[in-house]
């Protein structure tokens, strides 16, 4: 496993374009490398998981770094948490608001100190996001609950987001980081194909044509590792004709 930890204390682990290029590249990493099988998202220190985009960056058209280009690049990065092959688990202490409450909604699970606090917080400074800020809340918690949430803009308690759906589990503040480690531990016993599976499918339910893609990428995966779809290959290299009637039309 790998823990990717946004480290803005001093802003409540508020995200600059920079900070979500760079999760964006551990993401990455942690796709490409097969010895992780589970990826934890934290923040740095206990007062916050991630209080969304850094307002003091925030422009129009977007948020700006270095560069002064103003992006939303949060957005590509929900998708990139959605779509790893290996589960995501969000590991809160204190605030997870706004766009950083949207970032804890995009992972697999989340587990949260009983100091979490959650909400967003768009409609108070002037933001929203249609996507899956809206999307992903709706299937979690409800039209109501996500009409509530957003329209109002209050901020709730660890075991309220327990209850409203929006936390698997809420553990104090001192057993966080061993509490995760023992989900992580349990899913890592567990078969790693299954797993990417199954993310696939539970993915593909709510998601059309990208859920397909998805899952279409596992069949071609599983494929590749058959002798039926070896045969192919090697048949093609050795110039001969291939002989798929070896293999049986399963029921
Ligand atoms: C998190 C809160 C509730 C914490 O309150 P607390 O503990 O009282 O601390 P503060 O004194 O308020 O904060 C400590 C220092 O941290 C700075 N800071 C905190 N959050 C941010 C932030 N988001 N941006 C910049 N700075 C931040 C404070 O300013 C303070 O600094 P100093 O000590 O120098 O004064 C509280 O801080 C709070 O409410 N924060 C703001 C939360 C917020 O509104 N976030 C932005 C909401 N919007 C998004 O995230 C949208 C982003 C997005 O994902 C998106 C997606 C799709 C389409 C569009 C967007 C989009 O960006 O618009």
Known sequence: MVQITINRPHKRNAFT????????????????????????LTGAGTMAFCSGGDQSVRQIGGYAGADGVPRLNVLDLQQQIRHLPKPVIAMVAGYAVGG??????????????????????????????????????????????AREIWFMCR??????????????KVVPLEKLEEETLVWCREILRNSPTAIRVLKAALNA?????????????????????????????QAFMEKRPPNFSQFKRWP
């Open 17 to 40: 374009p920079r900070t979500v290029t760079e999760m964006s590249k551990c993401f990455t990493d942690a796709r490409e490398d097969p010895d992780i099988g589970v990826v934890i």
């Open 155 to 168: 901020l709730y308690s660890a075991e309220e987001a327990f209850r409203m759906g929006l936390v698997n």
């Open 205 to 233: 339910t709510e998601d059309g044509q990208s859920g397909l893609w998805e899952l279409g990428h596992n069949a071609t995966l599983l494929f590749y590792q058959s002798e039926e779809g070896n045969e192919g290959r």
């Open 100 to 145: 950083g409450h949207i970032l804890h909604m995009m992972c697999d699970m989340t587990i949260s100190a009983d100091n979490g606090v959650f909400g967003q917080t768009g409609p108070r400074v002037g933001s929203f996001d249609a996507g899956y800020g809206v999307a992903q809340m709706i299937r979690l918690v409800g039209q109501k609950r």
